[in-house]
Every structure is written in C-alpha cells, then in structure tokens.
C-alpha cells in the first residue's frame, strides 16, 4: 500500500486526481464518508473522471453519460462498456492509502502508459 | 406487470435512442418481445466520433459499439433493410424487402440524414446508410459509419478542403481535417459567426478565434450553390453565392457537406403522425406521439416542452436527447409516471479543445472564468436575474457541478 494524501486533502462529493501513479487514479471521499479509489482515466475516451459527479457511490465522467460504480468499477450505460479498475483504499490516522490493483488498466483507444 | 404494459416493442431504427430504450426496458426487467429494425446493416453504434476521434484515426469501428459484447442485449435484430411503410390500426411496419413486423407498442427512432447541396442526389427522398450517393468524387457528408469510412479512406493530406455548413459538424469536420493536414482547410457558411444563433455570439466568437488560430479559413458568409466536378466526375469546385448574390467559386480536392440533417421520416407521410414544420414527429412529454401505441425518440422526434423552463430544443438533436427520451418513454411503457425530460447537455471537440453546454443558452451571457485567447472560458447563461445555462471550454468539472446540482440522473424504474 502507498499514502496517496490526506484526508484533508479530500471533499465530500468531489474527486482528487493523483498524478503520481502510471495511469493517474482517482480518490474520492463520497458524501456518506466512504474514501474510495479508482482509475482516473475513463474506458470511453481520455477524460478524469476525478472532475466527475459523485452519487449513489458511482461517479459519472464529466464528459459523456457513463456512471462508474466505486466498488466493483463497472459503467452503467453507453458510451463507456469496459470497467475502470478499482483500488483498494484505506484511512489510517487521516491519511489516505491505496492498494493498486495488479490487473491490467482499461485505457480509452488514443491513450498509452508512458 | 400490469395489463397496461405492452406486451412486445418494436424499435424503428438501430441507432442511440433505439439501443438505450431497448437497454433501459431489459435494465428494468421487461422480458416482452424486444425487435429492433435497423436501415444499416450495423449493429448500433455510437456517432459523435464519426467527426472526430475515428476521422483522426484513434477510434476504430470496433470502439464504436454500444452493445457491451460480453453481456448482449437481448433482442431481435432485423439489420440492412429500412422500415418503408407503417400501418398505424395493426401497429404493423413493413420494410423495403416486403416482410413486416408487428408488436403491442412501435418506437420510432431513425434519427436524421444529412442534407447535400442543391441538385445534388435524390431529391426529398430519406436515404439512409449511404447519403453521399449522387456527390462528386471526393465529396462527403457525415451521417452514418459508412460516410465516415469513406472520409476517412479519402486523401486529406496536402488536400484543399472545403467545409460546407457552419453547424458543428461541419466546424469539428474542419478540425479534423486541420488534424490530418489538410493543406488549405476553408470553411463556407452563410453566417458571419457560425454558431452564434446556438450559443450566442462571445461563445461563438471564442470558437472562430480557436479555428482562425489552427489555421481554418473562413469563405465571406456564402450560400453552397452546388458542385463542379470534373468531366471524370471528380469535384472540382464549390459553387457559393454570397449574400450580395454574387457568384464565386471555391476551388476544393475535398468537400466536407455540414449543412445539417433532416429527419428521417419522409416513409411515414399519410401515417396520420403530426409533424413540425422541420419534419420531426411531434411528441407529448413522455414521447407518445398523435397515434395510439405510437412513440418517437431522438433526432427523429419533437417533444413537447417541459420542466422549470419550457423552450422548445431546435431541430438537430444531440445525444444526450436521444437517451434522456429513451429513458422517459421506457419508464411510461412500463407504466411508471415517466420523469421529466432533463435539460438540454450537448458537447462538443474542436482543435482538442473540449466545449459542453447544459441548461438553455439563453439570455445574457456572463463570463465567470477564463477567456477567448485561452480557449477556456465559462459563460453562465441568465435571463430575469436566473441562470438558465452554462458553456464551457475544457471546463468539465464545472460545467458537470452546474448540470447535475440542478438536475439528477433519472433513476432506471423496475418492471
Ligand atoms: C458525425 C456526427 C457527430 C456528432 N457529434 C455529436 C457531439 O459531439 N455531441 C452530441 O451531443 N451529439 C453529436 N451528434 C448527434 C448524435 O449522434 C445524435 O443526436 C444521436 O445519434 C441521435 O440518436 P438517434 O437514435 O435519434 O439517431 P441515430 O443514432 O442517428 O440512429 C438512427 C438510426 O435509424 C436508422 N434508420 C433510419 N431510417 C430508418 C428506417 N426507415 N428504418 C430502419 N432504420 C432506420 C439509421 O440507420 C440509424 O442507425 C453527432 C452526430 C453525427 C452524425
Ligand atoms: S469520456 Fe467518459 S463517458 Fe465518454
């Protein structure tokens, strides 16, 4: 596991893009007060989904119609089909940790890990 | 399920709001008889990149989908035939080849088609998976899969490209061509501001400034009066008539025809439908159209104004239309007070430059951030002191924060 920030750091409702993973995730802090972790980078095409709107523990991208689920990473309707992975996160002593998952990212066609 | 729920639905049209009805009905647990008639014999696929992302080369037909190919839909596909005739008494449709089909409820959702210049092709008639046929050789329009494959095959590098219309097709038409270097990329429209009667004139302005600093060129406000080709039958030049009625000719290897889209319901005249003076079938605000078991989605379909501010949306049709009303009429066939249509969310590329609109853009324009040198600026749209849209240039955090704390996701309703 690696700390990817503070709690603080975090707002209810909103996303915090981390950069300094390869692809970038995203973290967020739901209204509920669940801190959860996942790509950042849509399946659909390159947008950050950390500048999307959170309900219902999903978060649907800022560009187009797709909700992700936080849990399981899966899109609830077109335009996105494949699922972001999900990262395991964590808050010990207000600091957040993640647990990147091993499984290969589902990146939208255009975009490469650099 | 309640007697009241038909038993079976035919969808007219194999496109967005076919495929997202089809998929909010099973979603919510229909299991009736599902069948959808499409005119192309693709399987539905998403259009929006069809100007952009595939022209480019980074999306490819497969990306397109919709369907998701480990979970597909279930229903029956009648694909590569267009619906040609409609019996509103037996809720029957019969299609080009003869054979018809029939169910409790028909939703018709067969878009719109792009229009080509004057004395060009088919006349009146709907042409449907090919309506490039009567251009010149190396002129395209871009309304389906197929348009867009030719386009794309065609050799726009080092070409000089003609861009006809001033909608937004036509000016992300002209971004792409910029992005597969086009030599000369000239856009003809009979506005001096393309846009500005959509998203007003500062929007419109930021947009002109973003295409003028690519490189695009924009032809003094001109009419397309036809096209020259040569005696191979190759294009040859653009015909314009400017404003002043003076003639010119635009010298083009590329045409790129933007000049909108009309509704592909000319098979339904003498159906008895109500139509808007643009040919869209006129809806209630649940879809319901003037004939019983009858409903209408997407680009083809007008609906009745509702919510906080009842404005009529213009002809032309976005996507998120076309699945908000597949959302509204699955929820009212499956006889749940349907939700209110949410307002309007439409977006848009140029030049990399993402633009996205919510709300009504109507009123007065404010700009709340950024600016037109930096392609990034935020309008927020009010009339009588109230907001009633924004626009925004790569500024999706806002302009989502703006659209979804007016307006939640309708929630998909059980069967
Ligand atoms: C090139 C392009 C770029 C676009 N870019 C954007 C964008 O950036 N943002 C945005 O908001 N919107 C965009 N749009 C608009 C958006 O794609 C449409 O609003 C949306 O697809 C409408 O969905 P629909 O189901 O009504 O029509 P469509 O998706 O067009 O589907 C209609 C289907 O019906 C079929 N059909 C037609 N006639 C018949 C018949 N007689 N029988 C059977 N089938 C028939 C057609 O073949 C088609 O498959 C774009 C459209 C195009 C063409
Ligand atoms: S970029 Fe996320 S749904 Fe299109």
């Given amino acids: ?114 | 399920m309640t007697a009241s729920i038909p038993g079976s639905v035919l969808i007219v049209g194999a496109g967005l709001a076919g495929f997202q009805l089809a998929a909010t009905l099973r979603r919510s647990g229909y299991d009736g008889e599902i069948e959808i008639l499409g005119a192309e014999p693709h399987r539905p696929y998403d259009r929006p990149p069809l100007s952009k992302e595939f022209l480019t080369g980074t999306m490819s037909a497969h990306d397109l989908g919709l369907d998701d190919p480990g979970a597909p839909l279930q229903a029956r596909w009648s694909l590569g035939a267009p619906a040609a005739a409609l019996d509103p008494a037996t809720l029957t449709v019969r299609t080009s080849t003869g054979a018809t089909h029939r169910a409790e409820a028909v939703v018709l959702a067969t878009g719109c088609t792009p229009r080509i210049p004057a004395g060009m092709g088919p006349a009146g008639a709907d042409s449907v998976g090919g309506g490039a046929a009567g251009l010149p050789e190396g002129a395209f329009v871009l309304g389906c899969l197929d348009d867009a494959v030719a386009l794309r095959q065609a050799r726009v590098a080092g070409a000089r490209v003609a861009v006809l219309g001033g909608g937004f097709i036509a000016l992300e038409a002209a971004a792409t061509a910029v992005a597969r270097q086009a030599a000369e990329v000239t856009l003809v429209a009979p506005e001096s501001l393309p846009l500005a009667g959509r998203i007003g004139a500062e929007a419109a302005h930021a947009l002109r400034e973003l295409h003028l600093r690519h490189g695009v060129r924009f032809a003094p406000p001109a009419r397309v009066h036809g096209l020259s080709a040569d005696a191979g039958g190759r294009l040859r030049a653009v015909r314009l008539q400017h404003a002043d009625g003076a003639r010119a000719e635009l010298r083009a290897d590329i045409a790129i025809c933007g000049l909108g889209a009309a509704p592909t319901t000319g098979w339904l005249a003498g159906t008895g439908l109500a139509f808007d003076g643009a040919g869209r079938i006129l809806c209630d605000a649940a879809g319901r159209t003037s004939l019983p078991g009858v409903w209408a989605a997407g680009d083809c379909a007008n609906w009745e104004p509702s919510g906080p501010v009842p404005v009529p949306r213009p002809a032309g049709g976005h996507w998120q239309d076309a699945v908000d009303h597949a959302t509204v009429i699955g929820a009212a066939l499956l006889g749940s007070g349907p939700p209110a249509l949410p307002p309007p969310y439409f977006w848009s590329e140029q030049h990399g430059v993402r633009l996205q609109a919510a709300g009504h853009l109507i009123g007065h324009p404010r700009l709340s951030a950024g600016g037109i040198e930096t392609a990034d600026l935020l309008l927020v749209y009010e009339l009588d002191g109230q907001e009633t849209g924004i626009l925004g240039m790569d500024r999706p955090r806002e302009v989502t924060r703006w659209r979804r704390g007016r307006a939640r996701r309708p929630a998909v309703v059980a069967a």
């Fill in chain 1, 1 to 114: 596991m690696r700390r990817v920030c503070a709690l603080n750091d975090l707002e209810p409702g909103e996303g915090l893009r981390i950069d300094d993973t390869s692809p970038p995730i995203a973290v967020f802090l739901t209204e509920e007060g669940t801190v959860h972790a996942i790509d950042d980078t849509c399946t659909h095409q390159d947008a950050s989904l950390a500048a999307g709107w959170v309900e219902d523990c999903r978060v649907e991208c800022p560009l187009h119609a797709s909700a992700f689920s936080l849990l399981t990473g899966e899109a609830d309707q077109p335009p996105a089909r494949r699922p972001v992975r999900v990262h395991r996160a964590e808050v010990h002593d207000g600091e957040v940790w993640v647990e990147v998952s091993t499984a290969a990212p589902n990146l939208p066609p255009g975009v490469t890990l650099p």
